[in-house]
């Protein structure tokens, strides 16, 4: 697949401060790329370079191999449903959906056939002559998407679009979603801090804190190989242990040592051990490499949530079967579910530069 | 809403006080004369000062018309500044009417006076001098310079409510400027249009001193007239309450017709 954007080396400062500290991102064309981090990370305003809104103050961006820096908004082949969908109030329904072929002036026969076929395509026929305050947020929402849909761009970008629905509303916007952005081809550039949404949706997944890109890849790659504590925290539920890597394929943690699979650290270095909650096999109290006494006990529907506490940390465990609180267990991780990062220096907030994980 | 009637009684006793009484009395004298008997003749006299009264709309509404054009784009750009510079730019609009009106008017008098500071520069580098005082001209000016605050501050507190986001989502969609400014911001402003149309066009169409003071004696407008019958020599109260009627009625009528242009748009609109 070929590179349809290319962001390099991007730099925004807003009144002096540096929002984005040198973006590099390739998107491809069709695929469904999701911005993921913490609010206030720069997702929206990423967002916000490539649709033209905000001029980069260092750093190019490509559009199928042109550089776009000075090309204003309304002639980028870009949509994007916003994060509050800033639908017209003056127009209704179909009019708001209108009014970007209206724009390209396109004949109305046509253009009405299009706003039909979207209304559809979103589940909102008959709702054509609804004034915008007589609808829910859900049906804002798919206004919001279909009037971007309806000119076919190139490239769709989606700013929080599903951020003020209810749950089940939400779920089944995600898929309708995907479906759309596999039917069209569309390329869709997605930005959410909802890790869940991020993991079931994407082809790739950007996961962004203070400005920077912390690491790009498949919703698997980010969640089996978290490339550290803060993405591997972020992504999902996760235990976070300090611990020592002595050789190759052992650590050490909880006062235990224990077989990993990874390799290529320093002799003694200390290292972030994570493992996921869902990874923790509870076991009779004196089978486990670790004991711990259950502290609390919450129904999650397909499991419980534990929290234990055993060799001086707090554990966080998913399993099918409760044990009573106050009662002593043993808890077992196979070496393939030890995920050995480097440890994180603590990033000093005020100062922005951040020269990776070199150590 | 509902709005119990004990919180509702002081403004009905204001309003039966201040405005339905006053308007019955109006009413009264238009159709009386002078023993209190009923006559149309003070209705039928209105017709005599035709004249008068369409020189009054005209002046108006050339006011409003200038005030509109200046007043848009100065709001537009005011409601698209920072916060901070808004203050600023909002106190140097509403700094002019701190000053007494009759000062700001006679301020422009001298200014405009055959032998006035303007005339006397312009003949000082060889044009002019030019007739300015006691032309229509000196009156619209005079009316836009007075009323122009009453146009921008209506305009600048719609424009504010039009939000960035949909300014972007037009362009977002393809429109460039002139798109934008047309399909979105411009019906989005009607409300406030109407509101600082009715705002300036209501005072400026019965005005008096600017006339009297700018005009001269012959660019009399309705509200002189007025005053003439009630205070001048021409002392006939019956017909100056018979055109305060033609007037009010008039106005009612136009306000009306506004409103309907702006049905949908209730929001910023003077009862
Ligand atoms: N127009 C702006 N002026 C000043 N600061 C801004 C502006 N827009 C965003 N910021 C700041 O930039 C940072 C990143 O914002 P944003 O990209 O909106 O984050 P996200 O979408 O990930 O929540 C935040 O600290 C925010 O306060
Ligand atoms: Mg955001």
């Known amino acids: ?359 | 809403m509902k709005i119990s009637r004990s919180t509702a009684m002081p403004y009905i006793i204001w309003m039966i006080i201040f405005t339905v009484i006053p308007l019955i009395l109006v009413t009264y004298f238009a159709f009386t004369d002078g023993n209190g008997t009923f006559t149309m003749a003070n209705i039928s006299e209105v017709k005599d000062y035709v004249a008068v009264i369409f020189r009054s709309i005209w002046l108006a509404f050339v006011a409003t018309v200038i005030c509109l054009i200046i007043a848009y784009p100065l709001a537009y750009v005011v409601s698209r500044a920072s916060e901070k510079k808004q203050k600023t730019y909002l106190l140097l609009v509403m700094l002019p009417m701190w000053m007494n009106f009759l000062l700001r008017t006679y301020a422009w008098m001298t200014l405009l006076e055959n032998t006035g500071i303007i005339n006397r520069l312009l003949v000082m580098i060889g044009i002019g001098p030019f007739a300015m005082i006691n032309t229509q001209g000196a009156v619209v000016l005079g009316m836009v310079y007075n009323y122009l605050p009453f146009m921008i501050l209506p305009l600048y507190s719609n424009m504010t409510k039009i939000e960035n986001r949909l300014i972007e989502a037009a362009q977002d969609l393809g429109a460039p400027s002139r798109k934008v400014f047309s399909e979105v911001v411009w019906p989005l402003s009607l409300p406030g249009v109407m509101t600082g149309i009715t705002m300036v066009f209501v005072p400026a169409v019965s005005t008096f001193i600017i006339s009297r003071m700018l005009g001269g004696g012959s660019n009399m407008m309705i509200g002189d007239l007025i005053e003439l019958q009630f205070l001048g020599n021409a002392y006939n109260p019956n017909l100056g309450a018979a055109i305060s009627l033609g007037l009010m009625i008039f106005i009612l009528l136009c306000m009306s017709m506004l409103n309907q242009f702006n049905e949908e748009d209730k929001e910023g609109m003077i009862i």
């Open chain 1, 1 to 359: 697949m070929e590179n349809l954007i290319v962001l390099k080396d991007i730099v925004v400062k807003f009144d002096g401060e540096q929002v984005l500290n040198s973006i590099n991102l390739e998107i491809r064309d069709k695929e469904f790329i999701t911005l993921l981090g913490p609010s206030g990370c720069g997702k929206t305003t990423t967002l916000r370079i490539i649709g033209g809104f905000v001029e980069a103050n260092e750093g190019d961006i490509f559009f199928d191999g042109v550089r776009i820096n000075d090309v204003p908004p309304y002639k980028r082949q870009v949509n994007t449903v916003f994060q509050k969908y800033a639908l017209f109030p003056h127009l209704n329904v179909f009019e708001n959906i209108e009014f970007g072929l209206k724009i390209k002036k396109m004949p109305p026969k046509e253009r009405s056939a299009k706003v039909k076929e979207m209304l559809e395509l979103v589940g909102l026929k008959g709702f054509e002559r609804r004034s915008i305050d007589q609808l829910s947020g859900g049906q804002q929402q798919r206004v919001a998407i279909a009037r971007a849909l309806v000119n076919r761009p190139r490239v769709l970008l989606l700013d929080e679009p599903l951020g003020a629905l209810d749950l089940k509303l939400r779920k089944e916007m995600q898929t309708e979603l995907k479906r759309i952005q596999q039917s069209t081809g569309i390329t869709f550039i997605y930005v959410t801090h909802d890790q869940e949404e991020a993991l079931t949706m994407s082809d790739r997944v950007v996961v962004m804190k203070s400005g920077n890109i912390l690491q790009i890849g498949t919703p698997q790659d980010i969640y089996n190989e978290p490339i550290n504590a803060f993405v591997a925290d972020f992504i999902g539920e996760s235990n976070i242990i300090p611990g020592i890597m002595r050789t190759d394929y052992h650590v050490e943690f909880a006062g235990n040592s224990f077989e990993c699979v990874d390799t290529g650290f320093d002799p003694d270095q200390l290292v972030d051990v994570v493992v996921r909650p869902e990874d923790i096999k509870v076991v009779e109290a004196d089978e486990g490499m670790i004991s711990g006494v259950v502290k609390s006990v919450i129904f999650k529907g397909v499991h419980y949530e534990m929290l234990v506490e055993g060799a001086g940390e707090d554990w966080l465990i998913h399993s099918t079967v409760a044990s009573e609180p106050g009662t002593l267990i043993g808890m077992n991780i196979l070496p393939n579910d030890i995920h050995i990062m480097d440890r994180e220096e603590e990033p000093v907030l005020s100062e922005q530069k951040e020269d990776g994980n070199e150590d």
